[in-house]
């Protein structure tokens, strides 16, 4: 059921077999299959998927590829309250490892929030990351366009981007390997650093001989109407038309609290199994927070490969029936 | 574009980036993203997709869970023909490595075939597998209740069969490892050999203690109403009531245009790395055919990662744009 601050009190003393920390198509997928083994589940989820900023979900297999991310969450939602999982909006702090459970503190309520700390035999991180955008002075105008034709990823939107005129909001000189990927896409590429950093003048001329300017000026804002982004003024007044945006600032990871556990990581990435196990044994990991590719299918097929090996070890270690 | 007989020949001396072989979650999700990273592909299907079987997809993140396989099917080839993605329901007879490409010997109409050879620098082999069914005088019976409530699958199913008397039909000795799982989900289990093996006596007895009896007669047919199996009539006319059933007996693989290639395997599966690369650098292989769990959902992300893979071989070795 759907958990609230005033439900909390139901969970006292309560063991999850798991506790699924993040609700995005990861986390989802694991607690669908986790009800349906017959599991106990609870997802926590402060309600910042993604995917949730995903205007149309091109690359989904069976869903219309006009279907937003948000549609896929809210009925992933529904299917696995309908079987029994429970759902809190909530934000982890911090996971700690017991022994045989885990204690998970939570913090439940943006204003007069209070704290729960509730317990599981596994925990599912399925967290996610969120994209670096744009620090413009007025951060609306941002939001009107991010997700929309200004995309935050290559392999989800390269082919919205054909022949387009792009251009790629860059954050460092890690960030200027996209157009590499993005020139299969398209010819007509303009880099915009926003004046957070210098590319290297040699880079700049080669970029120059593949026709790609560089625009080192800061951004006051992008133009356009109605979520559709048709271009950037500068803070010098100049205006640079595009037809669309790729914003490739990196992102964010949403895992704060398993700091403390030592897991293996590779480039910030969780390293596992191929059954999504992490070093710790009874921490699995799924979605964007792992290696692997970032794409909402693949998350959902962790979850469903996570729920899965956990229940394989519940059973061999618990025998042939949950109790209830 | 759906080719057909007459459409073949729009294709002579067409070298594909991708033939994919197998028209279910797998090729198919393949071919959005192939198609979608500006790839020419094409798959060919056969028509016997495991999930064309599915009545009710309980696990799909995304999808109602009374969405039938088929409806996934079918929106997922509209979807990949909107893309401009050539399909072509055929029998893939043999593939030949020819160096750079593989040729793809295929048969096209059942009857009045005739044979045509496709090219194409990858093969994903996404053809996978379909169950064994208990062989009875009327194979129509059997047909009535599977993928309603005979079901193959205890990861998708296990759910439905909660606390249910189930029948277990196996075809050999290591089909009765299903009975500890399945033990999980109900304790009313019997088990059918429909008369093809002998269980071990000693095997008998744990089974008794467990409460599961053993069936040795031949099963003359199923019994039920509107694909609704309600039981089971023996040859000497015995009649088991059952709610649902469990069907053990293995799979056989769609892979036989693969004989001669030499793929690495375990236990009859391809053997992948982690982008569903097979031992052979251009052959990819996603879905039941592989190693791993055999799920709809697993299956289109695996498309979706093979895919990206080869795009990004390709793109390597092709520079950056496409010629067309």
Tied chains: 1, 2.
């Excluded at 969120?130 to 200004?150: C, K, R, S, W």
């Excluded at 950093?197 to 001989?209: G, P, Y």
């Excluded at 699995?284 to 590719?293: I, Y």
Aim: charged residues 20%; negative net charge; proline residues 2%.
């Amino acid at each position: 059921m759907q958990l609230t601050q005033q439900l909390l009190h139901e969970r006292e003393d309560y063991i999850y077999d798991v506790i699924v920390i993040g609700g995005g198509s990861g986390g989802l997928s694991a607690g669908v299959y986790l009800q349906r083994y017959l599991l106990n589940s609870l997802i926590i989820d402060k309600g910042k998927a993604r995917s949730f900023w995903i205007q149309a979900l091109h690359n989904y297999l069976g869903l219309p590829s006009d279907t937003p991310g948000r549609e896929l969450l809210k009925q992933g939602k529904a299917h696995y309250l309908s079987i029994g999982g429970d759902l809190l909006n909530g934000y982890v702090e911090a996971v700690a490892d017991e022994g045989t459970v885990f204690s998970v503190r939570t913090k439940v309520g943006r204003n007069q929030s209070i704290y729960h700390t509730f317990q599981a035999k596994y925990i599912i991180a399925a967290s996610g990351i969120i994209d670096h955008l744009p620090q413009l002075e007025n951060m609306q105008n941002v939001y009107n366009f991010a997700g929309y034709n200004l995309h935050v990823c290559l392999l989800c939107d390269g082919y919205e981007m054909q022949n387009q005129q792009v251009g790629v909001f860059c954050a460092s000189q890690s960030s200027l390997e996209v157009v590499s990927p993005l020139s299969w896409f398209t010819p007509h590429i303009t880099l915009f650093t926003n004046g957070q950093f210098k590319v290297l003048s040699e880079q700049k001329q080669a970029f120059s001989k593949q026709g790609i300017p560089v625009i080192e000026t800061p951004i006051r804002k992008f133009l356009g109407v109605q979520h559709q982004m048709t271009g950037v003024e500068l803070t010098d007044d100049t205006v640079i038309q595009l037809d669309s945006g790729l914003i490739a600032m990196g992102a964010h990871r949403h895992a704060e609290y398993l700091q403390g556990l030592d897991l293996e990581c590779k480039n910030e990435n969780l390293i596992t199994d191929s059954s999504m196990r992490t070093s710790h044994a009874r921490i699995f990991a799924v979605g964007d927070l792992k290696v692997g590719m970032n794409q909402v299918i693949v998350a959902a097929s962790d979850g469903a490969i996570a729920a899965t090996q956990i229940w394989r070890d519940i059973r061999s270690r618990e025998g042939s029936r949950p109790k209830s």
